[in-house]
């Protein structure tokens, strides 16, 4: 698919007409994995800086929960904030690679910014007061939500109406229900859950980052398939114009996360944090809504999703009987004190998010 050149690389497709190999630079194909090795060598080259100075201007590192498992402990020391490596490769690649005219863009740049700039406070107030317990939950969701709403106005008003403020459902194309303003509490559930959900899940080295990925890689072929009239026709999914140029973003979201699983894997020199799984909830949230597949995100996103839900029904549960349903909250913990090691529950988790995004992308084609 072929649309409007960024305007970073305008230089480079006016040799077009006399070198022809620069017409590749106008292919979104081309510029998503561009995208994805620029992001993987900004994360590579300076990580380390990152992680040294994080280290050194945060002393005792991430507290660890004393009702955790024993294995954490030997963590204790571990700098936090590891999100900013991501996200200096995500903004630092798609300003490049991506349409910077597109208003998709800059939504899905300007969430993954502000869910960003809530979990850095809140992982500096962890660090400072070397404490679990960070940002107030509600001044939190208030801001994550006021965010949300922002985008989600931003995206109805960019499509066409009543398409726009419509809800999709995957298997079904010609059935849409049109929930016109409520589409933007809608759109809030949906980016501050998953925002929220991603958070939940970072426990263990490399269990968000790589699952993250695996949507990432899938939203990138929904992205495209339905920014593509010709594609979304023979598929008969819905054609949202503009939204292939979000596939560059989310290359760069899998050359950031390959960047940082380099550093994050067993043992991690470095957590992500806050600052890195409410931006990258927040920025898949967000594309699931710009693309209409919220309800394909919970069949793709469903270990985020179940990660969520352990922690709604223990806290629920407790709350009415004094009892809990799981040995420790989110569901990664339980596993683990029923004596799985950490290595076990990531891979194996893993292996969950592939056969859901398998699932989720099956439903591009059963119409």
């Known amino acids: 698919m072929v649309l409007e050149t960024p305007k970073m690389l305008t230089l480079l497709v006016e040799f077009s007409d006399h070198f022809s190999v620069f017409n590749v630079f106008r292919y979104i194909t081309f510029r998503t994995g561009g995208a994805l090795i620029t992001a993987a060598l900004i994360v590579f080259i300076f990580g380390p800086t990152i992680i040294d100075s994080l280290r050194l201007r945060q002393g005792r590192g991430q507290p660890i929960r004393a009702d955790g498992p024993q294995t954490h402990f030997k963590k204790a020391g571990t700098p936090t904030m590891g999100g900013l490596m991501i996200l200096s490769g995500i903004v630092g690649s798609s300003l490049l690679w991506a349409n910077i005219t597109s208003v998709y863009v800059w939504t899905v740049l300007l969430v993954t910014l502000g869910f960003g ?3 850095f406070y809140d992982d500096y107030l962890k660090v ?5 317990l960070g940002f107030s939950g509600k001044a939190r969701l208030g801001i ?11 995206i109805m008003h960019a499509g066409q109406a009543p398409f726009s403020s419509s809800l999709t459902f995957p298997f079904v194309k010609d059935f849409l229900i049109n929930l016109g303003w409520f589409f ?13 959900a991603v958070n939940l899940t970072d426990g263990l ?4 980052i790589v699952p993250i990925m695996i949507a990432a890689a899938s939203f990138g072929v929904i992205a495209y398939l339905s920014g593509n009239a010709v594609f979304a026709e023979y598929l008969q999914i819905h054609f949202v114009p503009g939204t292939g140029e979000l596939a560059v973003i989310l290359g760069a979201v899998i050359g950031a996360g390959l960047g940082f699983l380099w550093f994050n894997a ?10 890195g799984s409410l931006a990258l909830g927040g920025l898949i949230g967000t594309v699931a809504v710009a693309t209409k597949h919220e309800i394909v995100l919970a069949i793709i996103g469903g270990l985020f999703v179940m990660e969520a839900l352990s922690v709604i029904i223990q806290v629920g549960f407790f709350k009415m009987t004094g009892r809990r349903v799981f040995l420790m909250a989110p569901i990664h913990h339980h596993f683990e004190k029923l004596g799985w090691t950490e290595s076990q529950v990531v891979i194996r988790f ?4 592939v056969m859901l995004a398998l699932i989720g992308l099956s439903t591009l084609k059963l119409r």
Request: glycine letters at 12%; one cysteine or more.
């Open 117 to 119: 700039a809530i979990g």
């Open 128 to 132: 400072t007061k070397q404490s679990h």
């Open 144 to 154: 994550e939500f006021l965010i949300a709403a922002v985008a989600g106005w931003v």
């Open 184 to 196: 933007i509490p809608f759109a809030c559930f949906v980016i501050v859950g998953a925002g929220n």
């Open 205 to 208: 080295d490399g269990l968000a």
């Open 266 to 275: 067993p043992p991690a020199a470095i957590f992500m944090g806050d600052t």
């Open 350 to 353: 893993w292996i969950i998010a």
